[in-house]
């Protein structure tokens, strides 16, 4: 088997193949792939091998995939989007060295990622101190964000106990890559804006496509520009049972 991956001829062909393969564009959502191709083409490098030009053509075929199913993923999904960000940050960041603020945001984005993964939501990015997150169920929404605002709410930074606020919206956002757009987007931002510290807003579309039966829920006043007049805010927390 060594020979038979080290033999000149067979490495040669498995080249050519992977030659003749489509190379997708280089992409966000590649990193995990080319980290696994850069591993697969650290391996013995001074040697031919056969394998690595297999394996690497495997990764071209894989990326392309994605780019491809990328592109057909332009048209407008439904989701609910989630928006968060710090109530207070820039002030407490202005009296504080960089190295209480990196510990802070990391462990602030440790908090929500790990909430917002075990819900079943996906981070779009992080936004400073905020996160934009997108979710297909309304209910693992709600109960994510509720989540990352007590998880935060629980950390301690040299005595500065920092507090989440946040905002859900459902609608279908146009999906750009690996990221989301539209008007949809927008509703949600100006939602998050709207809450309070250690607050959670959500709009009555997200309301809607939830189990109400699961929160208590009470309407705010709110008016924001760019958003229809129609729209409902609801500030929620989950019950839970014991």
Same mark, same amino acid.
């Given at each position: 088997?060594?020979?038979?991956d080290?033999?000149?001829?067979?490495?040669?062909a498995a080249?050519?193949?992977r030659?003749?393969?489509?190379?997708?564009?280089?992409?966000?959502?590649r990193r995990?792939?080319d980290?696994? *191709?850069?591993?697969i083409?650290?391996?013995?490098?001074?040697q031919p091998?056969?394998v690595r030009?297999?394996?690497?053509g495997?990764i071209?075929?894989?990326?392309?995939?994605?780019?491809?199913?990328?592109?057909r993923?332009?048209?407008?999904?439904?989701?609910? %989007?989630?928006?968060t960000?710090?109530?207070g940050f820039?002030?407490w960041a202005?009296?504080?060295?960089?190295?209480q603020?990196?510990r802070?945001?990391?462990?602030?984005?440790?908090v929500?990622?790990?909430?917002v993964? *075990?819900?079943?939501?996906? %981070?779009?990015?992080?936004?400073?101190?905020g996160t934009?997150?997108?979710?297909?169920?309304?209910?693992?929404?709600i109960e994510?964000a509720?989540e990352?605002?007590?998880?935060?709410s629980a950390?301690?930074i040299d005595?500065?106990?920092?507090q989440?606020?946040?905002g859900?919206?459902t609608?279908?956002?146009?999906?750009?890559?690996?990221?989301f757009i539209?008007v949809?987007?927008n509703?949600?931002?100006?939602?998050?804006?709207a809450?309070g510290?250690?607050e959670?807003l959500?709009?009555?579309a997200t309301?809607?496509?939830?189990?109400?039966s699961?929160?208590?829920s009470?309407?705010?006043?709110?008016? *924001?520009?760019g958003?229809?007049?129609?729209?409902e805010?609801?500030?929620?927390v989950?019950?839970?049972?014991?």
């Open positions: 088997m060594a020979r038979s080290a033999n000149s001829g067979a490495v040669r080249r050519a193949a030659g003749l393969l489509p190379t997708a564009q280089p992409a966000p959502s995990a792939s980290r696994l *191709a850069r591993l083409n650290e391996s013995r490098p001074d091998s056969v030009e297999l394996g690497l495997a071209q075929v894989w990326q392309t995939l994605l780019a491809r199913r990328g592109g993923h332009q048209s407008p999904v439904p989701a609910t %989007i989630l928006f960000d710090l109530v820039s002030t202005l009296d504080v060295g960089d190295e603020v990196l802070l945001l990391a462990s602030v984005n440790e929500t990622e790990s909430v993964s *075990a819900r079943g939501g996906s %981070i779009v990015k992080q936004l400073g101190d934009m997150a997108v979710f297909l169920d309304g209910t693992e929404a994510a509720y990352a605002i007590c998880g935060v950390l301690t005595g500065y106990r920092p989440l606020r946040a859900l919206h609608g279908t956002p146009r999906s750009v890559g690996d990221d539209g949809d987007v509703i949600a931002a100006r939602v998050a804006d809450a510290a250690g959670l959500v709009s009555d309301l809607q496509s939830a189990d109400a699961r929160y208590s009470r309407r705010r006043r709110f008016k *924001a520009k958003v229809p007049r129609e729209l805010v609801y500030a929620v989950p019950r839970y049972d014991d």
